[in-house]
């Protein structure tokens, strides 16, 4: 089984930073774009980023500046670095990755995967 699976999330003041990872496990034969999501209460979900994996980035506009995606493909891990974060930056940060993974003798699947989220709170 696939499973993507956030952490670095919690709670920092106004102007800190945090770096969020997104470590991708299981039967695993390639993993294609990966991206950050977050949904804060009462909105919906929306991009942040998302990365190939031959590294070509692409940021929603209102993302750009402050946060940066990257990836080590070598550990199937994504990482988000978030800067000068703002109250209105409170939200569930979730990671999306297009897998290919074997799960039989011939048995291949290709899907989108999300993890499970990681909560985000900047106070003010």
């Known amino acids: 089984q696939v499973q993507l699976v956030e952490s670095g999330g919690g709670l920092v003041q106004a102007g800190g930073s945090l770096r969020l990872s997104c470590a991708a496990s299981?039967?695993?034969?390639?993993?294609?774009?990966m991206g950050w999501y977050r949904q804060a209460p009462g909105k919906q979900r929306e991009l942040i980023a998302t990365?190939?994996?031959?590294?070509?980035?692409n940021y929603a506009d209102s993302m750009k500046g402050r946060f940066t995606i990257s990836r080590d493909n070598a550990k199937n891990t994504m990482y988000l670095q978030m800067n000068s974060l703002k109250p209105e930056d409170t939200a569930v940060y979730y990671c999306?990755?297009?897998?290919?993974?074997?799960?039989?003798?011939?048995?291949?699947?290709?899907?989108?995967?999300w993890g499970q989220g990681t909560q985000v709170t900047v106070s003010s």
């Open positions: 999306n990755a297009q897998i290919l993974s074997r799960d039989g003798v011939r048995v291949f699947t290709d899907k989108a995967y």
């Open positions: 299981g039967s695993i034969l390639s993993i294609n774009t």
């Open positions: 990365i190939t994996s031959g590294g070509s980035t």
